[in-house]
């Protein structure tokens, strides 16, 4: 590893000892707000505020209240739980404001952690944590949550995340990782990047065109993917759509069916590290998960679609935490062939320096890069590009 600035830093972090990081999860969330035994809400009514009190109802702690930002939820209940603003809450228990929870975390808004959690300290709020101490506290009900884990992991795991750091090719995408390996080991969500303005996959910053591309889409959901790729005026060969979840499937080849397009092909199917049945999350949009649920899918791997046809040139990979299986399933034609690869890293805590050391073991040559094309974290693509589609 190189010595600068950054590896500096990053070495810094990753020599911190064992047993602090230990206490650091152990603790944070008693320290924040004194454990859940005294009065506490929830910062925010959605997916994630939702999962969150199932989870705290079975463990038997139940919130005194959501609160949350948006006027259409006040005067509602979720599961008996009232949800009201945090002015109402604040003027309400005045006396003894309860301890918050923020459990507020997507890359479809564009606030900071900070700025959500600022107004609630200038009414009184003083007690304060995030959803990730108390996924600290309790591992077992929460963990892992894409790519929040436990940052004692990140530790064990130090020499695989030197390694993955050596390999990337500029200093944006250095300094990206080094901030989300700190935030990984301290919940400091301002470390994390805003979106880039670049387009998702396609964009002219990570890759060149050429006319005869062959694209795999794997995780094609809905074909929104088809959809981007075509207003970038890119020419291609061949398009394969890899969709297993039969909901997404009927909507991809609806669209692709109003498209009127040739030579594009959707396969109902799932991509991993063998040929034979999966199971998928049913009914959940474009989050369904591999090798979760009750729906038995087919599935097959890169290597086998290869040899039916026109090897990639092109791959695009989000599915959901499968990513590893699918790239493993993909061994002999990105070695022989390496592709252009844009694959997720943002499902799992080891994605950011796992998935680009797989990569490099099947072809020693790729030149790495990172984007994030949501805010906190979401939407964090890898980009492997051989040498001779590096654009000049």
């Given at each position: 590893?190189?010595?600068?600035p950054l590896s500096q830093r990053l070495e810094s972090l990753l020599s911190?000892?064992?047993?602090?990081?230990?206490?650091?999860?152990?603790?944070?969330?008693?320290?924040?707000?004194?454990?859940?035994?005294?009065?506490?809400?929830?910062?925010?009514?959605?997916?994630?505020?939702?999962?969150?009190?199932?989870?705290?109802?079975?463990?038997?702690?139940?919130?005194?209240?959501?609160?949350?930002?948006?006027?259409?939820?006040?005067?509602?209940?979720?599961?008996?739980?009232?949800?009201?603003?945090?002015?109402?809450?604040?003027?309400?228990?005045?006396?003894?404001?309860?301890?918050?929870?923020?459990?507020?975390?997507?890359?479809?808004?564009?606030?900071?952690?900070?700025?959500?959690?600022?107004?609630?300290?200038?009414?009184?709020?003083?007690?304060?944590?995030?959803?990730?101490?108390?996924?600290?506290?309790?591992?077992?009900?929460?963990?892992?949550?894409?790519?929040?884990?436990?940052?004692?992991?990140?530790?064990?795991?130090?020499?695989?995340?030197?390694?993955?750091?050596?390999?990337?090719?500029?200093?944006?995408?250095?300094?990206?990782?080094?901030?989300?390996?700190?935030?990984?080991?301290?919940?400091?969500?301002?470390?994390?990047?805003?979106?880039?303005?670049?387009?998702?996959?396609?964009?002219?910053?990570?890759?060149?065109?050429?006319?005869?591309?062959?694209?795999?889409?794997?995780?094609?959901?809905?074909?929104?993917?088809?959809?981007?790729?075509?207003?970038?005026?890119?020419?291609?060969?061949?398009?394969?759509?890899?969709?297993?979840?039969?909901?997404?499937?009927?909507?991809?080849?609806?669209?692709?069916?109003?498209?009127?397009?040739?030579?594009?092909?959707?396969?109902?199917?799932?991509?991993?590290?063998?040929?034979?049945?999966?199971?998928?999350?049913?009914?959940?949009?474009?989050?369904?998960?591999?090798?979760?649920?009750?729906?038995?899918?087919?599935?097959?791997?890169?290597?086998?679609?290869?040899?039916?046809?026109?090897?990639?040139?092109?791959?695009?990979?989000?599915?959901?935490?499968?990513?590893?299986?699918?790239?493993?399933?993909?061994?002999?034609?990105?070695?022989?062939?390496?592709?252009v690869i844009a694959v997720c890293v943002y499902h799992e805590q080891d994605?950011?320096?796992?998935?680009?050391?797989?990569?490099?073991?099947?072809?020693?040559?790729?030149?790495?890069?990172?984007?994030?094309?949501?805010?906190?974290?979401?939407?964090?693509?890898?980009?492997?590009?051989?040498k001779d589609r590096l654009p000049t």
């Open positions: 590893m190189l010595d600068t911190e000892p064992l047993e602090v990081v230990r206490r650091r999860q152990q603790h944070s969330l008693e320290q924040l707000i004194g454990g859940l035994d005294s009065p506490f809400v929830l910062f925010g009514a959605s997916h994630l505020g939702r999962k969150a009190l199932v989870a705290l109802k079975q463990m038997g702690f139940v919130p005194r209240a959501f609160i949350d930002n948006n006027p259409a939820v006040w005067g509602t209940e979720i599961d008996a739980v009232p949800v009201m603003s945090p002015t109402q809450l604040a003027e309400q228990d005045k006396d003894n404001l309860p301890s918050v929870i923020c459990t507020i975390w997507s890359g479809h808004i564009s606030d900071r952690m900070s700025d959500r959690l600022v107004p609630l300290r200038q009414r009184g709020f003083k007690r304060i944590a995030l959803f990730g101490h108390l996924a600290w506290r309790y591992p077992d009900t929460f963990l892992p949550h894409y790519s929040l884990d436990l940052p004692e992991k990140v530790i064990l795991q130090a020499e695989q995340v030197r390694r993955a750091f050596s390999l990337l090719c500029d200093e944006q995408s250095r300094q990206m990782f080094v901030d989300h390996v700190e935030w990984r080991l301290s919940l400091d969500h301002d470390l994390l990047p805003i979106a880039s303005a670049r387009q998702i996959y396609f964009d002219d910053h990570f890759s060149t065109r050429i006319v005869d591309e062959v694209i795999y889409d794997v995780g094609a959901f809905d074909g929104d993917t088809v959809k981007d790729y075509l207003s970038t005026g890119r020419g291609y060969r061949e398009i394969h759509c890899f969709e297993p979840e039969a909901s997404n499937y009927s909507k991809l080849t609806a669209r692709l069916a109003q498209l009127s397009l040739s030579n594009v092909h959707a396969h109902s199917t799932a991509v991993g590290d063998c040929a034979g049945e999966s199971r998928i999350e049913a009914e959940q949009g474009a989050s369904s998960r591999v090798g979760h649920g009750d729906q038995v899918v087919r599935m097959t791997t890169l290597d086998q679609m290869s040899t039916t046809g026109l090897p990639p040139t092109f791959i695009k990979i989000d599915i959901e935490g499968f990513e590893p299986q699918c790239l493993a399933g993909g061994r002999r034609v990105i070695s022989e062939c390496h592709p994605h950011l320096w796992s998935i680009p050391l797989q990569l490099h073991e099947y072809y020693p040559h790729y030149h790495f890069s990172l984007c994030p094309h949501l805010a906190e974290g979401w939407d964090l693509v890898l980009y492997a590009v051989p």
